[in-house]
């Protein structure tokens, strides 16, 4: 009987190796110009390499279009199919959703939006809805790999990934009731504006924790993920830390960073990181619009 792996460490696994080199410096690599404003190459790339080099019995399929999400789904397609609903939704052996945060680091050398990242319309989610070819809706597992993108300043249209980690969605929010309640239908305010040809798409605009501003997370290939005995069924993975998150009265969840064994120094010890991530700036009333002044002042 074939061996059903983890799908989330295949695809770090694959991601580190093509993207950093046996020391675990970055790698150099090509990508095309953007077509548009909602294009972007890297996801492509990356989905190309994971439809290349993943086992023969698991594949990759990325977003349609624009605007669609998650990104990208890996999966074992002959066992989905064979498979109920139910063991689709927490079986990180048969698919998972892998939606592709891409951030850049500031002139000062920190990654921009530390402090917060926006998920625009779609909250982050351990758990996620995509749909089979018959319109049914199917909730699968989700992560969300966050990633520093650096131009090569010596190649023209070459880049590097200085910081990747691939994350349990869980670390970032575990109410799909909440997920479900955003994604789902919205109703547009219509037939405003003083000619009632305008609407009001009431989209709403989400800020939540980025892993990538913690500074164990900076400069570093790790993956976050619920199993705490992962590292024994894969040799090539070693525990880097313990990571916990405090819920409410005391109640924490707690996850589990994973490296590339040769990734990790030989006299590393384990430590566990409390909350680890920057917390998003947060006022309950809403910031106006930029006031545009003029250089001089009004005689009355």
Same mark, same amino acid.
């Given at each position: 009987?074939?061996?059903?792996?983890?799908?989330?460490?295949?695809?770090?696994?694959?991601?580190?190796?093509?993207?950093?080199?046996?020391?675990?410096?970055?790698?150099?690599?090509?990508?095309?110009?953007?077509?548009?404003?909602?294009?972007?190459?890297?996801?492509?790339?990356?989905?190309?390499?994971?439809?290349?080099?993943?086992?023969?019995?698991?594949?990759?399929?990325?977003?349609?279009?624009?605007?669609?999400?998650?990104?990208?789904?890996?999966?074992?397609?002959?066992? %989905?199919?064979?498979?109920?609903?139910? =063991?689709?939704? @927490?079986?990180?052996?048969? #698919? &998972?959703?892998?939606?592709? $945060?891409?951030?850049?680091?500031?002139?000062?050398?920190?990654?921009?939006?530390?402090?917060?990242?926006?998920?625009?319309?779609?909250?982050?989610?351990?758990?996620?809805?995509?749909?089979?070819?018959?319109?049914?809706?199917?909730?699968?597992?989700?992560?969300?790999?966050?990633?520093?993108?650096?131009?090569?300043?010596?190649?023209?249209?070459?880049?590097?990934?200085?910081?990747?980690?691939? %994350?349990?969605?869980?670390?970032?929010? =575990?109410?799909? @009731?909440?997920?479900?309640? #955003? &994604?789902?239908?919205?109703? $547009?305010?219509?037939?405003?504006?003083?000619?009632?040809?305008?609407?009001?798409?009431?989209?709403?605009?989400?800020?939540?924790?980025?892993?990538?501003?913690?500074?164990?997370?900076?400069?570093?290939?790790?993956?976050?993920?619920?199993?705490?005995?992962?590292?024994?069924?894969?040799?090539?993975?070693?525990?880097?830390?313990?990571?916990?998150?405090?819920?409410?009265?005391?109640?924490?969840?707690?996850?589990?960073?994973?490296?590339?064994?040769?990734?990790?120094?030989?006299?590393?010890?384990?430590?566990?990181?409390?909350?680890?991530?920057?917390?998003?700036?947060?006022?309950?009333?809403?910031?106006?619009?930029?006031?545009?002044?003029?250089?001089?002042?009004?005689?009355?």
């Amino acid at each position: 009987m074939l061996m059903k792996t983890d799908l989330t460490v295949e695809t770090f696994l694959l991601l580190r190796n093509n993207f950093f080199d046996a020391k675990g410096n970055p790698v150099s690599f090509p990508l095309r110009h953007k077509r548009n404003t909602q294009d972007d190459p890297l996801d492509e790339y990356i989905s190309e390499i994971l439809k290349r080099e993943l086992p023969n019995n698991s594949s990759c399929l990325k977003a349609p279009g624009p605007l669609i999400t998650p990104d990208i789904v890996v999966l074992r397609t002959s066992i %989905c199919k064979e498979s109920n609903p139910q =063991q689709l939704q @927490d079986d990180l052996s048969r #698919i &998972v959703a892998v939606e592709v $945060k891409k951030l850049e680091r500031a002139k000062s050398g920190k990654i921009a939006r530390e402090s917060g990242l926006d998920y625009n319309t779609t909250p982050p989610c351990g758990t996620v809805r995509i749909y089979d070819s018959a319109n049914r809706p199917l909730n699968v597992r989700g992560f969300y790999l966050f990633i520093c993108q650096e131009p090569d300043l010596r190649r023209k249209g070459y880049f590097r990934l200085t910081a990747l980690t691939l %994350c349990d969605g869980n670390v970032l929010n =575990q109410d799909f @009731d909440f997920y479900l309640s #955003i &994604v789902g239908e919205r109703t $547009k305010q219509i037939g405003i504006g003083t000619y009632k040809d305008a609407f009001n798409r009431q989209r709403p605009m989400l800020v939540f924790a980025n892993p990538l501003g913690a500074k164990e997370m900076d400069r570093k290939i790790t993956l976050i993920h619920p199993d705490k005995s992962l590292n024994k069924r894969y040799k090539n993975l070693s525990l880097s830390n313990i990571l916990r998150r405090s819920i409410s009265e005391g109640k924490i969840n707690e996850f589990y960073c994973y490296r590339f064994d040769k990734d990790i120094p030989k006299d590393w010890k384990t430590s566990t990181l409390v909350d680890p991530f920057p917390m998003p700036k947060r006022k309950t009333k809403t910031q106006p619009r930029g006031k545009f002044r003029l250089d001089f002042m009004l005689s009355k």
